[in-house]
């Protein structure tokens, strides 16, 4: 609901259906709307653009053209994450409203018109003279974003990113001085508030604030900055520095604050000598270097990142005074290097063994490698030396221009390099300083490239939303999961990864059943390493034979014969059965995926885990449990799968993600609906965008995933929720129109169900309860596409005649109703079992139903009492006419003509008397 003027203003112009962004190379439709901000943007500037386009999001949100050392840095970061244009991609389409935050000054673009509205969103003073048809909303806070925030605090369902809600936050700290200034409102208060509980990263935002100092403080900071000397601990960069400036009565820590904007040490120690003592003060960027507790050690405290102490001088001549000054910074250094852990490294977070590209490469063939692979650039390198980087979206833009230049006319030159055993925030100033998105990473001394490191590698080590930071250990879970000498297997596998230095993971569905308390008893292991190699170990040291595919790294290992001397082995308890020990094993080998076009099958290469996971369908599933040495049970959460799993979220990987495999259109419907979840906004979008793709999939792959939601206890609701959404639609327009709502699948075939219809375990290498649901979800199609869509489906012969059997009666639906149960025995007796049970599950008609229960519990059972052998010995000679006599006394009993043995012996009798004999002799009945 709307509650105020500026509401009304911006939901006014930049509510409705306008236009559509796409992001590689921008297109809009014949009108659109923009989101402007003034010029040398501040973050309240670049905030309140965000916080605009985030109550539209089909509004376009245009980056100024010049804007402060910190915007561009923290944009650097993390441009990718924000829904922001550049000025230079946009079309001259007509622009239908302007929306001005933070600013009353318009500067004209590309499609601006003497008919565009024009609304604005500001805390400044109103400026006079201001065109009388635009509509303000000026209001007196501290910063543009907070009139924002208070409109997205007032409605339901906002979800705002860490990188996002980081950046409304600077907005707001910015203009308002960190809550400080004289101008803060409890406004701003509040919005700031809405924004940490929303997921704002304090620990983001404090890299990019500036407090400003006194002239004192200036003359202190200058003499500090002169003195000051830099050491390299533990791979953190640590400034120490110390002054006397006894006349100094202002804070030090502004002092601190600028020094550490200046020199971007990871830890900062200023000691002043002041007429109170020697003060202390001590700053922190880097999680390494806690400096509460290293000046814990002074008598001082605070917190990680800010602490201080003072050390009085009381009973210390004024001229020694210096001298102890001296020695107290000697023995903080000293402190400063016992407090210090190992740093994080560059090698640590790379991706090993990248691609590589020569100078001589085509765009075509760098694109190829870009779409296969899914990199965002390549390093160009000439002779082992890295010559620039071939990007992407330079990439693209060649393409469609038709430019097949090589990768030496693109790229962005320069030899930006890093050893792999520099430290992170070394990795986070290239980036910044570079504008590289990916940087080589070489082994120091030789300089040969062994890996990448990425902007993305990058964020999730500092962005601490993005991971779980705290290690989840699930051992207990899985031990209590699974009987004891299952569990006595997969440490017996273990060991044996071990054996030969290979990490092992349970992967997947298993993984996230257990974090669900739903966990069963079948896993599938990845190990790092060579799959085939275990798989053929386990069968020396266990016995058993293994089957092995070099080409895609798995092995199956078949215990079914030996589960009892596995037992035997295994068992410690003596109480395990070799029925909980599975037939087989898979052992897969860690891989990631290209596909070659849509619908592809994959191929694969060897990888980490990492990528492993990766190529899985869904977030939820792309969690691993390690089991190898003192990892045992460690939770592997690299792509945000618990975050999603606890809100109950299906959402893709990637954008690509249905392109790649369309038959996960599918599975999002089957998961969601199985475990109650929603698929998330815009995964939903993207679903959209494959319906094209998912016409070209083979019925071989469409029949396996139809066969897993048959067997779900929702299959309605996944069937009905997969045409609401229109995928049905998109695979056959008749499957897209069936009822699923009213049906009544899955129908569970009961042992009573099987004998009294007479029904096989199997039915073309299905079990018959999956087989049943196929007849019956399909069952309500005309017999006129019927055909069609079996061959859609590819369904297998024999399901295929039982559907049309069972079509072909629910369209005599109203005939059945009317003959006598003789004639139905005629109409039946030849059909499928299968056929006529799925029928009578999918007619509504309580008289046909009865009709076709009676049929296979009584009906069909009914035959007269005389044989063809009784026939014989009256001396009738073997003819077609045993047949006629004894299809005649079968519809007699049937039609209920006669009833008793006497009446069938007249009936005979008189059959044999109109039938006559070539002699005239009265055959005697048989006793």
């Known amino acids: 609901m709307i509650k105020n003027s500026y509401q009304m203003i911006v939901f006014t112009l930049l509510s409705g259906d306008y236009c559509s962004l796409a992001y590689a190379g921008v297109r809009y439709n014949t009108v659109m709307r923009v989101i402007l901000t003034h010029e040398q943007a501040d973050f309240d500037a670049l905030a309140a653009l965000l916080g605009a386009r985030l109550m539209d999001e089909s509004a376009v949100a245009v980056l100024p053209r010049r804007m402060n050392r910190n915007v561009r840095a923290y944009l650097t970061l993390y441009a990718t994450d924000l829904p922001f244009v550049d000025a230079r991609d946009l079309t001259s389409d007509a622009i239908e409203a302007v929306t001005l935050v933070d600013t009353q000054s318009l500067v004209t673009i590309k499609g601006f018109t003497k008919h565009t509205a024009v609304a604005v969103i500001d805390h400044h003073p109103k400026r006079e003279e201001l065109p009388e048809g635009w509509k303000l909303t000026i209001d007196n806070v501290g910063a543009t974003t907070t009139l924002l925030i208070e409109n997205m605090a007032g409605q339901d369902g906002n979800h705002l990113s860490t990188v996002e809600a980081t950046l409304l936050l600077l907005g707001i700290y910015e203009d308002t001085g960190s809550l400080s200034y004289a101008g803060t409102t409890s406004r701003d208060i509040k919005a700031a508030a809405w924004l940490i509980d929303h997921g704002a990263s304090l620990k983001i935002l404090s890299q990019f604030l500036d407090p400003p100092l006194s002239p004192d403080q200036r003359c ?266 299952r569990l006595a297997l997969l440490k017996a596998v273990v060991a044996m990864a071990e054996e030969l230095h290979m990490a092992v993971y349970i992967v997947g569905g298993f993984v996230r059943d257990l974090l669900l308390d739903r966990s069963g008893i079948d896993f599938d292991l990845v190990v790092e390493g060579d799959a085939p190699s275990l798989g053929r170990r386990l069968a020396k040291e266990y016995g058993g034979r293994t089957i092995t595919h070099a080409r895609f790294g798995t092995a199956k290992w078949f215990i079914s014969k030996v589960r009892d001397d596995l037992v035997k082995r295994l068992d410690k308890t003596n109480t395990g059965n070799e029925m909980e020990l599975p037939e087989s094993l898979d052992l897969i080998s860690a891989r990631t995926e290209f596909y070659d076009y849509p619908t592809a099958l994959p191929t694969v290469e060897t990888s980490g885990i990492k990528l492993d996971l990766h190529r899985r369908d869904f977030t939820i599933n792309t969690m691993a449990l390690r089991l190898d040495g003192h990892h045992y049970g460690e939770l592997l959460d690299y792509w945000g799968g618990l975050k999603d799993l606890r809100k109950g979220i299906i959402r893709v990987l990637h954008s690509l993600s249905f392109v790649d495999d369309p038959t996960r259109l599918l599975r999002a419907a089957r998961f969601e609906q199985r475990f109650g979840f929603k698929i998330e906004k815009r995964t939903l979008e993207l679903m959209e965008n494959a319906f094209e793709v998912i016409k070209r999939v083979s019925g071989d792959r469409l029949r396996h995933e139809f066969n897993l939601i048959l067997q779900e206890t929702r299959a309605s609701s996944i069937l009905e929720r997969l045409a609401r959404l229109g995928v049905l639609t998109a695979i056959h327009p008749e499957l897209g129109r069936l009822q699923h709502e009213k ?150 009993w049937l039609d209920g003509t006669i009833s008793s043995k006497d009446e069938e012996a007249a009936l005979l009798q008189k059959l044999l008397e109109e039938k006559g004999s070539n002699d005239g002799t009265k055959h005697p009945l048989p006793s």
């Open 220 to 485: 202190v900071y200058q003499r500090l900055m002169d003195t000051c000397n830099t050491h390299l601990i533990q791979g953190q960069r640590v400034v120490l520095t110390q002054v006397s400036a006894e006349s100094l009565t202002d804070e030090i820590s502004s002092i601190a604050h600028k020094m550490r904007e200046v020199l971007d040490p990871d830890g900062l120690f200023i000691l002043v000598l002041t007429g109170e003592g020697i003060r202390i003060v001590a700053r922190s960027i880097s999680d390494k270097v806690n400096v509460a507790r290293i000046l814990s050690r002074f008598g001082g405290g605070g917190h990680d990142r800010a602490a201080s102490c003072l050390i009085q001088m009381e009973g210390i001549p004024e001229n020694d005074r210096p001298a102890a000054l001296t020695r107290l910074s000697g023995e903080l250094l000293e402190v400063i290097k016992t407090e210090i852990p190992p740093v994080i490294t560059v090698g640590q977070i790379m991706s090993k063994n990248p691609r590589l590209i020569e100078p001589t490469t085509p765009a075509d063939e760098a694109l190829a490698l870009m779409q296969r692979y899914g990199y965002e650039g390549f390093p160009v390198l000439e002779d082992g030396r890295v010559l620039g980087l071939l990007t992407r979206r330079v990439v693209d833009r060649a393409v469609s221009h038709k430019m097949n230049l090589p990768a030496a006319n693109l790229m962005e030159a320069g030899q930006v390099v890093i050893q792999a055993d520099a430290p992170i925030d070394q990795l986070r100033d290239l980036i910044v300083s570079s504008g590289w998105g990916q940087i080589p990473v070489v082994e120091p001394g030789s300089g040969k490239v062994i890996g990448i490191a990425t902007r993305t590698d990058l964020i999730k080590i500092l962005t601490p939303m993005q991971v779980t930071r705290r290690r989840i250990n699930l051992a207990d879970k899985l031990e209590g999961s699974l009987p004891p000498v």
């Open 743 to 892: 049906s009544q699948i899955p129908v569970i075939i009961t042992p009573d169900m099987m004998a009294k219809w007479d029904l096989p375990s199997e039915v073309a290498g299905m079990p018959v309860q999956l087989a049943v649901n196929w007849l019956v979800w399909l069952g309500p199609i005309s017999s006129d596409n019927i055909e069609k869509v079996c061959s859609r489906l590819r369904l297998p012969a024999v399901i295929r005649s039982a559907l049309m059997a069972s079509v072909a009666l629910l369209d005599r639906q109203r005939e059945i109703n009317g003959i006598t149960p003789a004639a139905l025995v005629g109409m039946l007796e030849h059909q499928p079992m299968l056929a006529i049970l799925a029928a009578r599950l999918v007619s509504p008609d309580k008289v046909f139903a009865e009709k076709l229960e009676q049929y296979a519990v009584k009906l069909r059972h009914v035959q007269p009492g005389v044989s063809g052998a009784d026939l014989t010995r009256m001396g009738l000679k073997p003819s077609p006419r045993y047949r006629t006599i004894l299809g005649e006394l079968r519809t007699a």
